[in-house]
C-alpha cells in the first residue's frame, strides 16, 4: 500500500494515510513531485494520464508527477516513479522550482501539494504502463508551449503553470 505523506503549511510532515484515501473533495495537504524530462537531444518527454486515473484524467502533463513515500527523498521517488510509469532510468535531476506549491480541482477531485519541480533527462525508450501513462511524445520545448497555450484545457493545471515557471526563471529557452 503506497503511503502518502501529510504536511503543515511549512511543509513539515504531519503524517501519512494510505492513497487511495488521500485524493477527494477535501483532499489534505501532502507532499508530491514534478519532474520535466529530456530526451539527449534536448526533446521534452510529455504524458497523457490513463483515461482511468483518480485524479485528471487523460490530460497531458510533464513526463512524472508522483508522491515520495514516508523518509523517501524526492530523487528516489522519481526514479521509482519514472521506472514503474514509464520503464524509463532518471539521470541528470536537478530542482527547478523547490517552493512549488499548488490547488486544483477537476470533476470533484482536489490536488493539494507542496510539489517540488525538477528537471533532468531519461534514460532508455518509454514503454508505458498503460493503467498510468495513456500516450507520449517527445517536443521541443517550444512546441510543447504552444501545445499548451492552444489545448489549455487538455493539460494539466499544475503543468501550464509550471512550464510558465520554469521558463521565467530562464531555466528553458523561452518561446
Known sequence: MELIVLVDDDGTAIGSMPKPLVHHGETPLHRAFSAYLFADDGRLLVTRRAADKQTFPGMWTNTVCGHPGPEEDDGAAIARR??????????????ALPGYRYRAEFRGVVENEICPVYLGRFTGTPAPDPTEVG?????????????QESEGDGWSPWCREQARLIEAAGLVPAT
Request: hydrophobic share 50%; glycine share 12%.
Open 82 to 95: 519514472a521506472g514503474f510509469e514509464l520503464g524509463l532510468g532518471v539521470v541528470d535531476l536537478r530542482p
Open 135 to 147: 500516450d507520449w511524445e517527445l517536443l521541443e520545448w517550444p512546441a510543447f508551449r504552444r501545445r
